[in-house]
């Protein structure tokens, strides 16, 4: 029986996540499996990939042929470099503490590189969060200096009005004293005139 390591698909529409899967090659992608042999989620940055390597060598030992994805997630987590080395060890090349003194060896590097992307990556989104803080910042200051002169032209405005109110009044107040002291004079006439119609009446 033909066996492949291979992916298994799961996951909501857009967001994919895989099982890592020993399956006869005959059955269907997401049909039956003779082993989960661990997970793949390409979501994330870097994916994150969960592999039991033990499993996966014992299944590349007994023939099993990974797909082209498979296989360079068994190179990521070291499974095709162990099952070369266990190569060796039926060679007579090495010897079996050799071998784990190596994949140790290797594991570690790996780790290290996956934590300097990861910390690379943390520190461009954090320069990228500064930058955006600092031109929204530039933009904020860019508008406020420019309502600055709208401000100023209205304040002007509110003082314009407020002097030609001002004239507005002064010049209705020079109006109105003379039409005060016309209409003062004809009373002053009449009470002249009464004197003399009194006087008139005297003579009589």
Same mark, same amino acid.
């Given at each position: 029986?033909? !066996? &492949? ?22 059955? &269907? ?8 042999? %661990?997970?793949?989620n390409p979501n994330t940055n870097p994916a994150t990939i969960d592999l039991d390597v ?32 266990? %190569?060796?060890?039926? $060679? ?6 050799? /071998? ?11 780790? &290290?590189? /996956?934590?300097? +992307? $990861?910390? %690379? ?20 200051? +860019? ?10 032209? /209205? ?5 314009? /009005? ?5 004239? !507005? ?10 039409? &005060? ?24």
């Amino acid at each position: 029986m033909p !066996v &492949k390591i291979r992916l298994q698909r799961h996951g909501k529409k857009g967001k994919p996540f895989y099982w890592v899967v020993a399956a006869d090659s005959r059955s &269907k992608r997401d049909g039956k499996f003779l082993e989960k042999l %661990g997970t793949y989620n390409p979501n994330t940055n870097p994916a994150t990939i969960d592999l039991d390597v033990d499993g996966s060598v014992k299944w590349l030992n007994n023939g099993a042929q990974p797909t082209d994805t498979a296989r360079a997630i068994l190179s990521y987590k070291g499974a095709l470099l162990k099952h070369h080395l266990l %190569g060796g060890v039926r $060679k007579g090349a090495l010897t079996e503490e050799q /071998v784990e003194e190596k994949f140790n060896a290797w594991v570690e590097e790996k780790e &290290k590189a /996956v934590q300097a +992307k $990861k910390d %690379g990556l943390s520190k461009a989104e954090a320069d990228a969060k500064a930058k955006a803080l600092e031109a929204e910042k530039e933009f904020s200051d +860019k508008r406020a200096a420019a309502a600055l002169p709208e401000e100023e032209a /209205v304040e002007e405005t509110a003082e314009e /009005v407020a002097e030609t109110t001002e004239a !507005v009044a002064e010049e209705t107040a020079a109006v109105e004293e003379p039409a &005060k002291e016309e209409a003062a004079e004809p009373e002053a006439k009449t009470e002249e005139a009464a004197p003399a119609e009194e006087a008139s009446k005297e003579e009589e």
